[in-house]
């Protein structure tokens, strides 16, 4: 049992202080993407994946790309290309060790999130690689994940975060940026941060 | 992520089954005012809401100032684009229109003879409503797998005796072989629809009779091997700006990289938006569009300096 000098709930007292959730959460819960979820994926360009290793570690790491990214095959089947990125396929390793995957996708200015938790592999397929070629790119591979549960998540979260609210957006200033952290996390001077940050502004105009 | 600098914001006025893989969208300026005029064998680049961005060649009327027509075929492998207008386009919804370019114009030849495949009948068809109403001498052949598969059939129909339709499910594949023999010297070939049926033209051009030339539109690049694709250096001249053009990266989006104004549409090298003329430098021509090697005009998507040379663009 995790030691954090808080107690820890079973989930009778969570239950007795939340009550049981009424009918109609349920039963938005569904196994398949009708055409409701399926407009929905076609304007996402952005979502979080969630995977787990050999041993329930888990891992979110974001994936954005052009609305519809998240790509419904058939209705119980989405496709996400594999893009450019830091190499370490977390993920990827993961989804090899462990199937089990779940998918919060976005749309801006949208404050209900779609959830889809299902199991996941990984392919190289060339014909589904194909049709996933974006600016001239053909990703080298794929995560094909088959759906088991599927749920449009209330707005609450976003709408009390205020996420989609153009002044939210100053709290970036307030953040130090990666290469500042970056610089930090490994003992640097601050000046190979701003050294970094030209860096990766450089890196980020080569997207795919 | 693509800008949408330079389009127009149009609305999706109406959205018509033309065939079981085809429908056709007319699209006008939200207010009804003008819009750009083009010739036959124009084409605009159409983003969607998604910011997919694809090319369609126009094929209504010309004459017709207040609204474009494009048909859109349902493709079995969508990269995105024609998935989304089957699938989610409404009429109503806005896209974003760049104004129409035109690397498929008629020319002035005594005769033509224009040759459709599938959705290519297109641009073909407004070729051959602008003939017929000029009044030149024109064939049109619109070759289809099933006479279902035939889109504008009624259109095709209305332009008389000089328009037939080869349905090749029926009558068998059609022979590009025999329909060129029989052309008359001078006689110009336009041809427009998928990637077999045009290279299948561009083999038989050295049957031409004299005086006689095949213009092709494509939507797919041309296949074709290259040697090594390796590092070059270009000189925006009018920028002022030199770049090191690494391998794994377009002249375009290295210019673009550097601040260097340069458009961009299909990025395969066969829309022709990202044209910059070339003042010195060798070019090797990538694109699909060049037929003079020698052409010193350079598509940046996918065209490089030829091994060994350096560029100097004039933008």
């Given at each position: ?208 | ?230 590092a070059f250096t270009a000189t ?6 030199t770049v090191e053009v ?8 290295t ?26 430098g ?23 300096a030829?091994?060994?040379s350096a560029l100097v663009?004039?933008?």
């Amino acid at each position: 049992m995790l030691s954090t000098g808080f107690r820890a709930l079973g989930i009778e007292e969570i239950r007795g202080v939340l009550g049981e959730p009424e009918g109609p959460s349920l039963q938005k819960i569904t196994d398949h993407l009708d055409e409701n979820c399926l407009r929905f994926l076609a304007h996402s360009p952005f979502a979080t994946l969630a995977t787990a290793d050999r041993d329930g570690t888990c891992d979110c790491s974001p994936r954005g790309d052009y609305p519809g990214f998240v790509r419904a095959i058939d209705d119980r089947t989405v496709v996400i290309p594999d893009r450019l990125g830091n190499k370490i396929a977390d993920s990827m390793r993961n989804i090899v060790d462990n199937g089990h995957a779940a998918l919060l996708c976005f749309v801006p200015g949208m404050t209900e999130t779609l959830r889809i938790n299902g199991t996941a592999i990984v392919t190289d397929d060339p014909t589904l690689l194909r049709a996933l070629e974006q600016d001239h790119t053909v990703p080298d591979l794929a995560i094909v994940l088959r759906i088991e549960q599927v749920y449009l998540h209330c707005g609450r979260a976003l709408l009390r975060g205020g996420l989609w609210d153009a002044e939210m957006q100053d709290l970036a200033t307030q953040v130090p940026t990666s290469g500042q952290i970056w610089a930090s996390t490994s003992g640097w001077d601050p000046e190979i941060g701003d050294v970094i940050d030209e860096a990766m502004s450089g890196a980020y105009r080569a997207l795919y | 992520m693509r800008t949408r600098t330079g389009l127009l914001p149009l609305v999706v006025r109406e959205i018509t089954r033309e065939t079981p893989d085809i429908l056709s969208i007319r699209l006008a300026h939200p207010d009804g005012s003008p819009l750009p005029a083009w010739q036959p064998g124009a084409h605009v680049d159409l983003q969607l809401i998604t910011r997919h961005e694809r090319q369609y060649s126009l094929c209504g009327d010309p004459a017709d100032t207040t609204s474009y027509r494009i048909a859109v075929r349902r493709e079995q492998l969508s990269r995105g684009g024609s998935h989304y207008i089957h699938t989610f386009l409404r009429t109503g919804n806005i896209v974003w229109v760049r104004p129409p370019r035109n690397l498929f114009a008629l020319g002035d030849a005594p005769a033509h003879l224009l040759l459709a495949a599938g959705i290519g009948v297109t641009p073909i068809l407004a070729m051959a409503r602008h003939l017929a109403s000029t009044g030149g001498d024109w064939r049109m052949i619109v070759a289809a797998r099933t006479r279902a598969d035939v889109a504008f059939a009624d259109e095709i129909a209305a332009l008389g005796d000089r328009a037939r339709v080869h349905v090749s499910g029926e009558d068998g594949r059609l022979d590009l072989a025999a329909v060129l023999a029989g052309i008359a010297p001078g006689t110009d070939v336009y041809a427009c629809g998928p990637a077999a049926f045009t290279d299948a033209l561009l083999a038989l051009a050295p049957t031409l009779p004299e005086g006689s030339g095949i213009h092709l539109e494509r939507f797919e690049p041309r296949r074709r091997a290259f040697g090594p694709t390796t590092a070059f250096t270009a000189t925006a001249a009018r920028s002022g700006v030199t770049v090191e053009v690494p391998a794994e990266r377009s002249l375009r989006e290295t210019l673009q990289g550097a601040g260097v104004p340069v458009e961009g549409s299909c990025l395969r090298g066969v829309c022709g938006s990202c044209a910059v003329p070339v003042l010195d430098g060798a070019v090797e021509h990538r694109d699909s569009l060049t037929t003079d090697e020698d052409s010193r005009v350079i598509y940046t998507c996918v065209s490089r300096a030829a091994p060994g040379s350096a560029l100097v663009l004039d933008v």
